[in-house]
């Protein structure tokens, strides 16, 4: 399988950046082909410049290359921290820009203007890791883990992916290196198992 690995966080020493190379390694250890993309080291422009909106808009070579592999992609692994209940702006750029019209979703011709989109995304199964240093039972008492809607019901399902499933790891800012570990440890088994053969043909 083609899976795409997007990473969003600034500090190259980050938790995150080991989570992401914990899924990178599990993914190709299981004979993956792995599109890897540290979005802040790599500069993306997330900006979305107003002649870029159009669905037919001609679009420079980088995020042409983005929407390319996202097309392609057969499964899609996002890494990125809780930053006020939302991705970081780089990474909401990035969606901005690569998830068009065309590439991840088109609207019905015969839509009544409900903006009802069909998804065009070939991966059927995401897999969200976020970080937080917030307690999980305030997150969802307090903020409603707003993260969920965003990437199960907002981003992926409306763009066609089946599966979606997300591990939120915290309070990273109190943890142990042994809870580290272990979180690394269950992301390389979440990775593994979602990723299978025999997870795939459970997806209808």
Not at 40 to 69: G, M
Not at 153 to 162: E, N, S, T
């Amino acid at each position: 399988m083609t899976i795409s690995l997007i990473l969003a966080h600034p500090g190259p020493g980050s938790f995150n950046h080991a989570l992401a190379e914990a899924a990178r390694h599990a993914l190709r250890d299981s004979g993956h082909e792995v599109l890897f993309h540290d979005l802040y080291a790599e500069a993306f422009p997330p900006v979305l410049p107003v002649q870029e909106i159009p669905r037919d808009a001609p679009l420079d070579a980088e995020v042409r290359r983005h929407c390319q592999e996202i097309s392609g992609a057969e499964g899609m692994v996002i890494v990125h921290p809780n930053w006020w209940g939302m991705p970081p702006a780089i990474l909401a750029g990035w969606i901005d820009r690569v998830f068009r019209p065309g590439v991840a979703y088109r609207f019905l011709e015969d839509d009544p203007g409900e903006g009802l989109p069909v998804g065009l995304l070939k991966a059927r199964t995401a897999v969200v890791l976020n970080t937080s240093n917030t307690v999980e039972e305030r997150e969802q008492r307090v903020f409603g883990d707003p993260l969920e809607r965003i990437w199960r019901d907002c981003v992926f399902r409306l763009c066609g992916v089946r599966r979606v499933v997300r591990r939120t790891f915290g309070v990273v800012v109190t943890s142990t290196r042994e809870q580290r570990e272990k979180w690394l440890q269950e992301t390389t088994h979440l990775i593994r198992q979602e990723f299978s053969s025999e997870t795939r043909a459970c997806i209808p």
